[in-house]
Structures are given as C-alpha cells and as structure tokens.
C-alpha cells in the first residue's frame, strides 16, 4: 500500500486517466470526471498540484474535515466553481484557485490558523472582496501588498502577520516600509523595494526567490535593513 506519494506522478498515464478521482495514499491525485460536484472521501488529507485544474464543469467541491493542504494549482481556471469549505484546512498554497472567475468571497470560510502561501486566490472575486487601503488582506494575510502612492513612509498595520510581496505594485520608490512586530512571515522580500525596511519583529523568517539571494536583491539596491527590538534598533 502506498502511503506517500509526490504532485502529480502518474500525472498522463494510463494509471491515472483510468480513475474518476485518483487518490493515492492520502493525496487527491487527480479528478478526470465532468460532475458538477464532488465530494471527496474522509481520509484524504492533501489536494494535489493541479489535481482539479481547468475542470470546466465543476461548480461545487466537498471536502472532509481530513483534509489539512490545498497545494499550488490545484484549482486553477476551474472557472465555474462557486463553493468549496474549507473550515478544515490549514495550508493554502499559491494560486490554488487562479482563474476560478465565479469563486465568490461569501462561500469561502477559512480556519482561524490558516496559513495561505503566496496569493492562493489570485484573479479571483476573494482577492477583490478582501481589499483595503494597504492591499489585499486575508486572515491576517497580506496578499498583494498596496503602498500609498502620497506618501514616503508606509507603515503597514499591526496584526498582519504574514506578508506576500511577490504582488507588490508601487509608482514611485518609497524612502521607509516599516513592518509591524506581528509579521512572522515575509515572501519574496526583494520586491519590497524601498529605501530603508524597518522590521519590528527580530524572529521574522524572510525568503527570497532562490535566484536572487538576499544580498544581490535588496542590499545591492541601496536598502537599510534595520531589526528592531525592545533594546534598540540595528
């Protein structure tokens, strides 16, 4: 019996296009059928990557309360989904519901420790439902990350606690970001371009895209990093 098994690796084969809905362990591996809803059985815990994608006809997917991890693309262009619970789950990774046009902000209730990955609802109504003057945010999330184009200072609101800044979009450079004690997260920090980042919070994991590492992305443009603690600011 398979236990494990890695995104998509019977991904067009006779193994896979044989079943409806391939499951393998306890990954959705992928749905091969035309329903208009589907419910997936108790014990799967993980969606795979693109284990729904550009399934047109889908409009409503069930999920037990076992499953934990949408992964990236999951649902992407599935463009005639209007409802999938997700109470139950805790990870949401980036783009999972790109594309999914009729995907309405009202039918989506997420788990108070839900974690989403980059921007999981990109091109969707959720991104528009959940906008606000500093950006899009989700369950503390900020998504796609919004400067005020009047001023040269932005200090983003205390209480985010993970940022995504892979959708940041600004006219002119800022001069300061400062980033509140409660962000324990930040992606893709180059873009984050600003003259001086002032981070309040010391334990905050930073990533950079794995080919523009931290020094060549943001130090070598001219930024100030400071780290700021209850002892001073270095």
Not at 95 to 117: G, T, V
Not at 172 to 191: A, E, F
Request: glycine letters at 4%; proline letters at 6%; aromatic letters at 10%.
């Amino acid at each position: 019996r398979i236990q494990y098994c890695e995104s998509a690796v019977f991904q067009n084969t006779p193994f896979e296009l044989s079943h409806e809905l391939l499951i393998v362990g306890d990954t959705v591996q992928r749905y091969n059928g035309n329903s208009h809803t589907v419910t997936i059985p108790d014990g799967a815990k993980i969606i795979s990557e693109e284990a729904f994608a550009r399934c047109n006809n889908l409009k409503k997917v069930i999920l037990p309360s076992s499953v934990k991890h949408i992964r990236k693309n999951a649902f992407e262009y599935c463009r005639s989904l209007e409802h999938i619970n997700l109470d139950n789950v805790t990870l949401i990774a980036d783009k999972a519901f790109y594309c999914c046009s009729s995907l309405a902000a009202s039918c989506i209730k997420l788990n108070k420790d839900i974690f989403l990955r980059g921007d999981p609802f990109m091109n969707t109504p959720v991104n528009t439902a959940y906008m606000t003057e500093n950006g899009v945010v989700i369950a503390d999330h900020l998504l796609l990350p919004k400067p005020p184009c009047d001023k040269d200072t932005w200090e983003i609101p205390e209480g985010i606690r993970y940022i995504y800044a892979g959708g940041y979009k600004t006219v002119k450079p800022l001069k300061t970001v400062i980033i509140p004690g409660s962000v324990s997260q930040i992606d893709q920090l180059h873009y984050l371009f600003a003259k001086r980042l002032i981070i309040k919070n010391p334990k905050c994991h930073i990533e950079c895209d794995k080919f523009t590492p931290l020094e060549k992305s943001v130090l070598k443009k001219g930024f100030d990093i400071f780290i700021e603690t209850e002892s001073g600011r270095y």
